[in-house]
Nanobody, 127 residues
Framework: QVQLVESGGGLVQAGGSLRLSCAAS????????MGWFRQAPGKEREFVTA????????YYADSVKGRFTISRDNAKNTVYLQMNSLKPEDTAVYYC????????????????????WGQGTQVTVSS
């Protein structure tokens, strides 16, 4: 089992920045690919970004490329999501998730492929 706890959400004006953190405990954090997903009211949960166990590979949804950055610190068992130039459409509950790593050619964007999830943190961007 892997336990995940997100933090860092809040209310920010459009154009502002937030950094989310996700602290992991349980099984060896450095063995897992980590992802961030978000879910807005009335919408399905969607992929935001993912990172390989070493941090050497990252993947981004087109909607956040150039604005969001995922990173991880395996010594601290923590993954981060730096969000810049925030837009009102970024408003959602943000979840971190963990899954096994199966190489660079695997699709890491699918919600159902992730085994462990945090409880989520609310991000609200005002216009």
């Amino acid at each position: 089992q892997v336990q995940l706890v997100e933090s860092g959400g809040g209310l920010v004006q459009a154009g502002g920045s937030l950094r989310l953190s996700c602290a992991a405990s349980g099984r060896t954090f450095s063995n897992y690919a980590m992802g961030w997903f978000r879910q807005a009211p009335g919408k399905e949960r969607e992929f935001v970004t993912a990172i390989s166990p070493s941090g050497g590979r990252t993947y981004y949804a087109d909607s956040v490329k150039g604005r969001f950055t995922i990173s991880r610190d395996n010594a601290k068992n923590t993954v981060y999501l730096q969000m810049n130039s925030l837009k009102p459409e970024d408003t959602a509950v943000y979840y971190c998730a963990a899954r096994d790593w199966r190489g660079i050619s695997t699709d890491y964007t699918m919600v159902d492929d992730y085994d462990y999830w945090g409880q989520g943190t609310q991000v609200t961007v005002s216009s």
